[in-house]
């Protein structure tokens, strides 16, 4: 498994974009939703809003883009996954500079040298050598521009940037090293270990941990860094207040970075130390390790507050970021209420008595029983999840599917989350009518499939032999369709032979060439197994069908025993003279 710095796959793209809005003024997260609001956004200005949005993996399109001057909002889905029509919906509601300074002075150019040591997980013996100078180093720099920019004499800026120095402190963390362009990697770290301490030329760090999430490696940065029994302790006292930088150290992601951006504020939090500004990005890399480091610039007490102001200054270089402010250091949300879609679910169509609602419950949760038993299977065609907490009112069909609809764009999401979407909510008309009879009841559910596979067809531009789900579902539905139905037991026989089709379509499809979906941009030589969305649709089916023979299945009558033949009657006894005249007539005829 890849290393990743994150707390949880399920949690990483939610945990990014509240990273993202604790880090930057004027976002906001709208309610429960994947969806990135300007705080202008909700102000009613006759403006034309513009939305973008995409799956989650891509940033910082799009929630990286929402400001006045550009988008009003953003919806993101999972790890590369569309987002689901609700949310969308929603969203519209050192020596080398020493040589230096010397030929400077020959020249009779007045020249001050500021060197940043800001390491604190190494400090050398040598007095020569002492610390690594880190990315704690920019917020020098900003404030030495800052300075300048306002006309202060040369002395007074070196006197404010070497007390500020004392103030900064760094530490960083690798998941990998870098390597130089033609060269090896500077050092080799298995699968399961990070680096600590490291520095920005590939060089070893203090100490290798073990693999944990996220969160445990920012606590171990953390306590490094504030570890008295250090020769390069950073001391960060309960009450203390910091400027933070978060910074890239070449290729992490930019959802990890946000992530680490919001494990660090509320570790900082935790410790009661206040996080007044926050800069997050590429800042100072290493080629293409994927690590971090967090430097921290102490700006408590009369004699370092006003220090903020210079790292506020305007400037005009291009890849500076724009900071976090005092006072949003917890994402701020909007509230989603009006745009849950399970306040916009009506009761309406016919409704299941007790056996109908068993069977609908026996069914859903045999499917998901498959779903789950495969997924393996399933992640090796293809990407792919199954929903199994789910509560739904089974009373009306109808709103049955229309539940299944919204859990799937919302728990499952992406293609295949749309595509089972369209054909949930489609298929719900079906059962809009109320007089629908329980015998007729089996005709309306294939009945309502058809209707939702038209609608998946019409609006995927999906047919028969393009390699998808469609190639499995149809040709079951049309045979179950054509069989009979007229007891229980026929119509289990005919889900049972559907399944068979399925399955044999499903397994037809390693066959084909994808002309729709994702597949459909890779070489075809590639291609080799079973489509994943005609795959799982088999899988489904076959473990609903069979939850639902073992459930409802009626024995066979008995047949009626035969009934026992009657006892032949016992000859009459013959009499003597019947025997003898016999005899005598015997004779007779011999002679």
Request: net charge negative.
């Amino acid at each position: 498994m890849s290393k990743k710095f994150i707390n949880h796959p399920d949690d990483c793209v939610d945990e990014a974009l509240e990273g993202l809005v604790m880090t930057n003024s004027g976002l906001r997260i709208l309610g429960k939703q994947r969806v990135v609001i300007h705080e202008s956004g909700n102000a009613s200005n006759g403006k034309v809003a513009v939305i973008a949005g995409g799956g989650g993996g891509h940033e910082p399109y799009a929630a990286g883009f929402v400001g006045q001057g550009l988008l009003t909002a953003a919806v993101v889905g999972q790890v590369f996954s569309s987002p689901p029509a609700g949310s969308i919906l929603a969203a519209i509601r050192a020596i080398n500079f020493g040589l230096a300074l010397e030929r400077a002075r020959m020249e009779d150019i007045r020249v001050k040298m500021v060197i940043c040591d800001d390491d604190c997980a190494l400090s050398s013996p040598f007095k020569a050598v002492g610390r690594r100078g880190l990315a704690g180093s920019l917020f020098l720099m900003k404030a030495a521009g800052a300075l300048a920019e306002r006309g202060d004499p040369l002395d007074s800026i070196a006197h404010v940037l070497e007390e500020m120095k004392q103030s900064i402190g760094t530490i960083g963390a690798s998941l990998t090293s870098c390597s130089v362009p033609g060269g090896e990697v500077m050092f080799r770290l298995e699968d399961d270990e990070i680096e600590l301490g490291l520095g920005i030329h590939g060089e070893a760090g203090v100490k290798r941990i073990q693999m944990m999430s996220a969160s445990n490696i920012v606590e171990e940065m953390l306590n490094r860094m504030t570890d008295s029994d250090s020769s390069c302790s950073f001391p960060l006292p309960a009450g203390s207040s910091v400027a933070l930088i978060v910074n890239n150290l070449g290729g992490l992601s930019i959802m990890e970075m946000y992530i680490a951006a919001r494990e660090a504020i509320k570790q900082l939090e935790a410790r009661e130390i206040e996080v007044v500004r926050c800069y997050v990005g590429h800042l100072m890399t290493s080629l293409e390790m994927r690590g971090l480091q967090l430097s921290m610039l102490r700006v408590d007490g009369d004699e370092r507050s006003w220090w903020l102001s210079l790292l506020d200054a305007p400037t005009s270089a291009p890849l500076w970021p724009h900071p976090l402010y005092q006072g949003r250091t917890s994402p701020e949300k909007l509230s989603d209420d009006g745009y849950r879609w399970d306040q916009h679910v009506e009761n309406r169509g016919p409704s299941l008595g007790e056996k109908g609602q068993q069977a609908l419950k026996v069914a859903i949760d045999g499917a998901a029983t498959a779903l789950e038993s495969n997924v393996d299977c399933l992640n090796e065609y293809d990407s792919g999840c199954a929903v199994r907490e789910i509560e739904l009112v089974l009373e009306y069909p109808c709103t049955v599917l229309q539940q299944l609809c919204y859990l799937m764009e919302s728990k499952v999401g992406g293609t295949s989350g749309a595509i089972y979407g369209i054909l949930f909510a489609a298929a719900a008309k079906a059962f809009e009518d109320s007089d629908i009879s329980e015998e007729a009841m089996a005709e309306r559910w294939a009945h309502a499939f058809k209707i939702g596979l038209d609608a998946v067809m019409n609006y995927g531009k999906a047919e028969l032999g393009d390699r998808s789900l469609l190639d499995a579902f149809l040709p079951a539905l049309e045979h179950f369709l054509s069989c009979p139905k007229s007891c229980t037991n026929e119509i289990l026989d005919g889900l049972l032979s559907a399944c068979s089709v399925a399955e044999e379509e499903a397994e037809k499809t390693s066959g084909m060439r994808a002309r729709v979906g994702r597949a459909s941009f890779v070489n075809e030589e590639l291609v080799t197994k079973p489509d994943a969305g005609a795959s799982a649709f088999a899988f489904w089916l076959r473990g609903a069908v069979t939850a639902l023979d073992l459930e409802f299945r009626e024995p066979d009558p008995e047949p009626e025993p035969e009934p026992e033949p009657e006892p032949e009657p016992e000859p009459a006894p013959r009499s003597r003279s019947s025997s003898s005249s016999s005899s005598s007539s015997s004779s007779s005829d011999e002679e």
